[in-house]
T-cell receptor, first 118, second 113 residues
Framework: DTGVSQNPRHKITKRGQNVTFRCDPISEHNRLYWYRQTLGQGPEFLTYFQNEAQLEKSRLLSDRFSAERPKGSFSTLEIQRTEQGDSAMYLC????????????????FGPGTRLTVL | AQKVTQAQTEISVVEKEDVTLDCVYETRDTTYYLFWYKQPPSGELVFLIRRNSFDEQNEISGRYSWNFQKSTSSFNFTITASQVVDSAVYFCALSVGGNMLTFGGGTRLMVKP
């Protein structure tokens, strides 16, 4: 059983550059979530997808952030014009959703992508 | 809005001691789910347990046990006979409506040999 995978595991970039992260969920899971975790804090929700539809976005997701899940499988998170405050661990999780508004399913997390903006 | 508070930022114990990690949550919803995750030094969040708001039975899994009390809005986690491998950051989380998780700030547990 393959878990959630994320690439790259580490990314170092200069301020102002664009970066893109990829997440591959567990194969039969139709829900996919993105979280951000800064040092010493708990993860904070960014956005989530049910299949290819983006159903919710946090106010943390500024206009510089965009997420896609084009075919309901893998997802990408892009950050444009990176700032030093974007330095964090970006976590992806997936779950077997039973439909909109259904009971919560357990979210399984990937290893994360650690972003450092210089 | 939902909120999860883990008042203990760091706990240090000696191996074989029992330790309890506290979690207090806030929500106005009557249907919700509570979770505990473990984050070892490698960084990946590992699921430990899920509990729904209608099930207040305590649960035991090996050396781990969980105490859910709606009256005090608490969902505490106890490790019995702690081991060095238990050293990690532990997160309590809350979910309402079946989507996003709201995490607490985490408790760093250090188990010394």
């Amino acid at each position: 059983d393959t878990g959630v995978s994320q690439n790259p595991r580490h990314k170092i970039t200069k301020r102002g550059q664009n970066v893109t992260f990829r997440c591959d969920p567990i194969s039969e899971h139709n829900r996919l979530y993105w979280y951000r975790q800064t040092l010493g804090q708990g993860p904070e929700f960014l956005t989530y997808f049910q299949n290819e539809a983006q159903l919710e976005k946090s106010r943390l997701l500024s206009d510089r952030f965009s997420a896609e899940r084009p075919k309901g499988s893998f997802s990408t998170l892009e950050i444009q014009r990176t700032e030093q405050g974007d330095s964090a661990m970006y976590l992806c999780a997936s779950s077997l959703g039973l439909g909109q508004g259904a009971i919560t399913d357990t979210q399984y997390f990937g290893p994360g992508t650690r972003l450092t903006v210089l | 809005a939902q909120k999860v508070t883990q008042a203990q930022t760091e706990i240090s114990v000696v191996e074989k001691e029992d330790v309890t990690l506290d979690c207090v949550y806030e929500t106005r919803d009557t249907t919700y789910y509570l979770f505990w995750y473990k984050q070892p030094p490698s960084g990946e969040l590992v699921f430990l347990i899920r509990r729904n708001s209608f099930d207040e039975q305590n649960e035991i899994s090996g050396r781990y046990s969980w105490n859910f009390q709606k009256s005090t809005s608490s969902f505490n986690f106890t490790i019995t006979a702690s081991q060095v491998v238990d050293s990690a950051v532990y997160f309590c989380a809350l979910s309402v409506g079946g989507n996003m998780l709201t995490f607490g700030g985490g408790t760093r547990l250090m188990v010394k040999p």
